[in-house]
């Protein structure tokens, strides 16, 4: 059964940069065709991409990010991580991991799904 | 960027009752459409794929269908566990993937 976690600090200054990692279990981070997610949801409202990262190592961010995303991956340790620099208030949120993919277990090319997720951990950006 | 529009924002409805809800894509997107349902405190959960999909372990009464850029959730008799938030995520032009709104689903 595919698990994932996020952690990281619950609380970071403006113009700080927030950094999170969600680590990955019962399956190998690092083979399948699987896009590792970053997903972010502020209190009450809907759910924004950010980005993520292929099991290649290739990153596909949200524009709305510019150039404030980064996401990697440490197979190693079995866990891949988001960097979001100079936040604000605006990025107060709860943030998921999730992993994303476009293949049925026969093989077959399907629509992409984000599945599982993991619990979220609420990040707030205040001083 | 794809925007995706639900509707109803918000909708009341009773157990036992059928009920739909609407996304429509801003261009054709197949049926590369996923819905989930999101419980208060809890993480999206993925309910139907491929428009009318239904992932493994989702009750049955659950069904999903359109394409193009017209797709409906219908939950055929509501049970209590039901009342949540349902949200539709295109994945056909990406990036980036987007989701939309929102229909928060209440006990009337």
């Known amino acids: 059964q595919v698990q994932l976690q996020e952690s990281g600090p619950g609380l970071v200054k403006p113009s700080q940069t927030l950094s999170l990692t969600c680590t990955v279990s019962?399956?190998?981070?690092?083979?399948?065709?699987?896009?590792w997610s970053w997903i972010r949801q502020p209190a009450g409202k809907g759910l924004e991409w950010i980005g993520h990262?292929?099991?290649?190592?290739?990153?596909d961010y949200n524009p709305s990010f510019k150039s404030r995303v980064t996401i990697s991956v440490d197979t190693s340790k079995s866990h891949f991580s988001l960097k979001l620099s100079s936040v604000t208030a605006a990025d107060t949120a709860v943030y998921y991991c999730?992993?994303?993919?476009?293949?049925?277990?026969?093989?077959?090319?399907?629509?992409?799904?984000?599945?599982?997720w993991g619990q979220g951990t609420p990040v707030t950006v205040s001083s | 960027d794809i925007q995706l529009t639900q509707s109803p924002s918000s909708l009341s409805a009773s157990v036992g009752d059928r009920v739909t809800i609407a996304c429509r894509a801003s261009?054709?997107?197949?049926?590369?459409l996923s819905w989930y349902q999101q419980k208060p405190g809890k993480a999206p959960q993925l309910l139907i794929y491929?428009?009318?999909t239904l992932q493994s372990g989702v009750p049955s009464r659950f069904s999903g269908s359109g394409s193009g850029t017209d797709f409906t959730l219908t939950i055929s008799s509501l049970q209590a566990e039901d009342f949540a938030i349902y949200f539709c995520?295109?994945?056909?032009?990406?990036?980036?993937?987007?989701f939309g709104q929102g229909t928060k689903l209440e006990i009337k």
């Open positions: 990262i292929y099991t290649s190592g290739r990153t």
């Open positions: 491929g428009a009318s």
């Open positions: 261009q054709a997107i197949s049926n590369y």
């Open positions: 999730a992993r994303l993919y476009f293949y049925d277990a026969n093989g077959s090319y399907s629509s992409g799904r984000f599945d599982p």
């Open positions: 995520h295109q994945s056909y032009n990406t990036p980036p993937n987007t």
């Open positions: 019962g399956v190998s981070i690092g083979t399948g065709s699987f896009y």
